[in-house]
């Protein structure tokens, strides 16, 4: 990290605030290898003071470096301001309120509950979708039983074929007394 004359901005451009806004909106879910998403309000705090040491501080700049596989990469910036008395100290200010007079203060709160929004959004996109999918499947599932003709179903082959399943499963195997076929229903009492 090089500092040149670090301070605070006055104001953020139109184009700032959008960036700020919407990388702090995404924040607050994560997306797993296998597309699974999860809602993570706490990365979103993290990601607040990230976005506020890169749009609201000026005089910063971050260097790559060479990470553990050789590859070039940007340095942790959190890490390195948050190690950084005198960054540290601009966030700290910044939280106890001693900035209020600046318009950036004012902007952030602004970004803060438009982010706040946006998550809200997209949480109630991700149930929506979720219903919709359920909704399909129960579709799908409905379809299937209308097709079936229930007048050619024979319990008696239903229920030999469950025995036979317990049998052949683990289940059985516990069991103490593997002469006695399983019952159901029926109480057993030790003497």
Not at 11 to 27: M, R, V, W, Y
Not at 170 to 185: C, I, M, R, V, Y
Request: hydrophobic share 40%.
């Amino acid at each position: 990290m090089i500092k040149d004359n670090i301070k605070l901005k006055q104001k953020l451009t139109n184009i700032e605030i959008i960036g700020f806004t919407q990388d702090l909106a995404n924040a607050y879910f994560s997306e797993d290898e296998e597309g699974n998403v999860t809602y993570t309000p706490y990365l979103a705090r993290l990601q607040f003071r990230l976005l506020f040491y890169l749009y609201c501080v000026e005089g910063l700049t971050f260097e790559t470096v060479t990470d553990d596989s050789g590859e070039m990469v940007l340095e942790n910036i959190l890490e390195a301001v948050e190690s950084d008395e005198e960054l540290h100290s601009l966030f700290k200010k910044y939280d106890d309120g001693a900035y209020d007079d600046l318009p950036m203060v004012t902007q952030l709160a602004e970004i803060s509950a438009d982010a706040y929004d946006m998550a809200e959004f997209k949480k109630q996109q991700l149930i929506h979708d979720r219903k919709d999918s359920l909704a399909i499947l129960l579709d799908a599932l409905t379809t299937k039983v209308e097709t079936l003709d229930i007048s050619k179903f024979n319990v008696q082959s239903v229920s030999e074929a469950i025995v036979k399943a317990y049998l052949s499963s683990s289940a059985w195997d516990l069991k103490e007394d593997n002469d006695t076929p399983p019952t159901f229903g029926e109480k057993r009492y030790e003497n």
